[in-house]
Structures are given as structure tokens and as C-alpha cells.
Nanobody, 124 residues
């Protein structure tokens, strides 16, 4: 069982930056690929970014390419989502998740563990 705890959300003006963190409880964190998803009010949860465990390959949603960056520190069992040039449409609850699909995946159904989410609000 892997427990994930996100932090770093908050209120920011458009054009600003935030960095989300997700700390895992499990020492085998390095065996999982990690991803970030988000859910805006009234919308379904959507994929944002993912990073493989073993190849370093990253995946990004088109809407965040060039603005968001996912990274991980296995020693700290933490995954990060750096978000720059934020837009009001980035407002959502952001969730980190872990998957045994070690190459990484964009498919929500392939993630095994989820955090509780952290709110990001971007004002115009």
C-alpha cells in the first residue's frame, strides 16, 4: 500500500508559478511511475503529466506542454509538478498518483494509488 500526500497548492495570479509536491509513504516508491491529474469543477478528472520509473521518460497533456514540468526525487520519495505561466483554466484540484506501469502512462485507470488532492486556483 502506497500513501500519497500532496502539498503546494494555493491561489496565484495568472502568469504566476507554483510547485506541487507529492510525498509517498512507501519505500518502494522507486518501483512506480508517477503521474499528476487534475479535476476542475463540473469536469472529469484529466491527465496532466507522468514520469516513468526506469527510463526518465515524461508525458504531458497538450494543454500544459512547455509550461509544466514533472520531476521526482527517489531519495526523498517525492514527485514534483512545477507549473509556470499559469492560466485561469489551470484552476483545479490536482492529484498525484502512482502506477505499476513503470514506463509511465497517461491512462487514469492504470494508476493504483491516489493522493487526496490539492487545490490550485489561478485568478485572472
Amino acid at each position: 500500500q502506497v500513501q500519497l500526500v500532496e502539498s503546494g497548492g494555493g491561489l496565484v495570479q495568472a502568469g504566476g508559478s507554483l510547485r506541487l509536491s507529492c510525498v509517498a509513504s512507501e519505500g518502494t516508491f522507486s518501483n512506480y511511475a508517477m503521474g499528476w491529474f487534475r479535476q476542475a469543477p463540473g469536469k472529469e478528472r484529466e491527465f496532466v503529466a507522468a514520469k516513468s520509473w526506469n527510463t526518465g521518460r515524461t508525458y504531458y497533456a497538450e494543454s500544459v506542454k512547455g509550461r509544466f514540468s514533472i520531476s521526482r526525487d527517489n531519495a526523498k520519495i517525492t514527485v514534483y509538478l512545477s507549473m509556470n505561466s499559469l492560466k485561469p483554466e489551470d484552476t483545479a484540484v490536482y492529484y498525484c498518483a502512482a502506477t505499476g506501469v513503470v514506463r509511465g502512462t497517461t491512462k487514469e485507470g492504470e494508476y493504483d494509488y491516489w493522493g487526496q488532492g490539492t487545490q490550485v486556483t489561478v485568478s485572472s
